[in-house]
């Protein structure tokens, strides 16, 4: 059974940096898109971060480029999201997400972790 945890949500002051992360277990993400969404309060969830197997080539929702950086670990499985230069709109929920192999749908999700931001 596939499993995303994440972990290192936390209550930050705008400015702030956070470093979240994501344990794969049951599968590898070698081929697999793995990727960051986040959630805010009374709003759909939207698309954070995502970076591609292979040459690992990274995207970014415009609200968060040049602060948040995507950095996978295929050795160990794992996904971190470094947050710089936190905005209270930052604050949501934040979801790890994986594709099945050399899919583009992501199919596998974590169940989240908080990040507030505060002014």
């Known amino acids: 059974q596939v499993q995303l945890v994440e972990s290192g949500g936390g209550l930050v002051q705008a400015g702030d940096s956070l470093r979240l992360s994501c344990a794969t277990s049951?599968?590898?993400?070698?081929?697999?898109?793995m990727g960051w969404f986040r959630q805010a309060a009374g709003k759909d969830r939207e698309f954070v971060a995502q970076s591609n197997w292979g040459g690992g080539s990274t995207y970014y929702a415009d609200s968060v480029k040049g602060r948040f950086t995507i950095f996978r670990d295929n050795a160990k499985n794992t996904v971190s999201l470094q947050m710089n230069s936190l905005k209270t709109e930052d604050t949501a929920i934040y979801y790890c997400?994986?594709?099945?192999?050399?899919?583009?749908?992501?199919?596998?999700w974590g169940r989240g972790t908080q990040v507030t931001v505060s002014s």
């Open positions: 049951g599968r590898t993400i070698s081929s697999s898109v």
């Open positions: 997400a994986a594709t099945r192999s050399y899919s583009s749908v992501f199919t596998y």
